[in-house]
């Protein structure tokens, strides 16, 4: 089902070459973090390029419930009126972050600091992701949470009354948790510390630090090491936020699968946190090339350049690898089911708490459409069959997850017969244009009659 209405299944076939210029919507990740930031300002913060898709939506309206004020001008221009640190009230409503794992783990760091509460509820697939992970280290903040069993979702949080700074080493590799805690860090007195052992995007460190919040970050034997001075004044800020890579991976995979394609990606955030997908193709023998590399609003951004591929190569992808391209294996193993030979990917265990469990359903669905794929708890490998080899011709479940029905969309492009997806509706979480978009440059997918 899509995430707030009847499903809407598609089917994508091939299609002659892809030509022309793809321009993805703004950064999922950047977009979340410029409307929370700019609520906890004092002060009008202005966005342009934000990503107006389902999920970045959900904390727009979520920041509004805290008693920010937030107004759309057209054309991507946002505007958020902040209430500064501390200075959220507490929502009148539940607070519903539809499919959004980093909306309401963000926002949950956000208020568990102050002394209000709030109820989050989901879709089904965010209320059966683990909260815990978050609810965890809001707890040594002095913050209570009562949810369902397994730290599930509805859930209320009660934010601490006398917050204490704390010291957390994140367990997983995961920027929501460490950006959970660096929100509700925001509003403790003193000095907030988080490690992690690996690196993950670091949007919310570049954006406080932006902000004029004092942070500092320091890569030491144990890790990173970001410690943020609480209780900062938030000044307004005006961000630009760059095209997302994320949403770039499905134009750019799907030119390097389809025969003769040559597609132009401009303006894409090539944080290094978040840039592992291109690094693979291209060791992969994937005909793609950055072209006006530039900074922008402190990151670096280029205009990629993909090219049909047809003697890509299967490759161990190296598991350090894995947090700077973590929401691309489901598109990467689309592009292995048409490399010679084996795709590798270990040390993906969070793949399997995603939106969906992602191992599982790439792997189902790729073997219902003739790729062999075997898979363990932190690892699967997918087994090539070159260009052109692929049978497709099965339906895919999404399970509420805009990457996997994008991904099988982008398999039946390339397929011998059509690839059905049997909902198509969580795209717009994350890439509410992909539809037109994809058709402008020569795909073919349609919506079946139902
Ligand atoms: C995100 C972090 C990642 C990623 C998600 C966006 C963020 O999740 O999968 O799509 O914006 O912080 P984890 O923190 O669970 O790895």
Redesign the pocket.
């Known amino acids: 089902m899509s995430s707030h209405g009847t499903p809407i299944p598609m089917t994508s076939q091939a299609c002659g070459a892809l030509t022309g210029s793809a321009a993805v919507p703004g950064d ?2 950047i977009s ?1 973090r410029a409307l929370i930031l700019g609520a906890l300002s004092v002060g009008e913060t202005q966005i342009s390029g934000l990503l107006e898709g389902q999920d970045v939506l959900d904390t727009a309206k979520a920041m509004r419930a805290f008693g920010a004020e937030v107004t759309e001008h057209g054309g991507g221009e946002w505007s958020v009126k902040g209430v500064g640190v501390g200075g959220f009230a507490e929502p009148d409503q539940v607070i519903d972050c539809g499919n959004s ?2 909306g309401v783990r963000l926002i949950m760091g956000a208020m568990a600091t102050s002394p209000i509460s709030a109820t989050f509820t989901g879709d089904a697939s965010l209320n059966g992701r683990p909260m815990a992970r978050v609810t965890d280290p809001l707890a040594l903040f002095g913050a209570r949470s009562f949810g369902r069993a397994g730290g599930r979702l509805p859930m209320t949080v009660v934010g601490a009354e006398a917050p204490v700074p704390v010291e957390y080493k994140v367990p997983v ?5 460490k ?1 959970a805690v660096l929100l509700a860090g925001l509003n403790a007195p003193g000095k907030t510390v988080v490690i992690e052992a690996e690196a ?2 670091d ?1 919310t460190e570049r954006m406080l630090a932006g902000f004029g919040a004092e942070i500092s970050v320091e890569d030491t034997a144990q890790g990173r090491v970001i410690t943020l001075t609480g209780q900062p004044e938030l000044v307004p800020q005006k961000i630009d936020v760059p095209r997302d890579p ?1 949403s770039a991976a499905f134009p750019v995979c799907a030119a390097l699968i389809v025969p003769g394609s040559d597609v132009l990606v401009p303006g894409i955030g090539l944080n290094p946190t978040r840039a592992g997908l291109f690094t693979t193709l291209r060791e992969m023998g994937a005909d793609l090339t950055y072209e006006n590399e530039r900074f922008e609003g402190g990151e670096p951004v280029a205009d990629l350049r993909a090219r049909y591929s047809p003697d890509l190569r299967g490759i161990e992808v190296p598991p350090e690898r894995a947090a700077s391209m ?2 691309e294996y489901p598109v990467l193993s689309v592009v292995a089911s048409f490399a010679k030979g084996q795709t590798v990917m270990r040390g993906v265990k ?1 793949l399997r708490v ?1 939106e969906s469990d992602r191992i599982d359903a790439m792997a189902t669905g790729l073997r219902a459409n003739g790729v062999t794929v075997e898979d363990g708890p932190d690892w699967w490998i997918v087994t090539g069959l070159g260009s052109g080899n692929v049978p497709g011709g099965a339906t895919c479940a999404s399970h509420l997850d805009h990457r996997i029905a994008m991904s099988f969309l982008v398999l039946g492009m390339a397929t011998q017969s059509p690839v059905r997806v049997d909902d198509a509706g969580p795209i717009a979480t994350s890439f509410p244009i992909f539809e037109p978009l994809m058709a402008e440059l020569g795909a073919n997918i349609t919506r079946d009659n139902v």
């Open positions: 999922k990740s979340h794992g980093t590799p995961s920027a929501q948790v950006s993950t995007r949007h994320s973590i929401d969070e995603k």
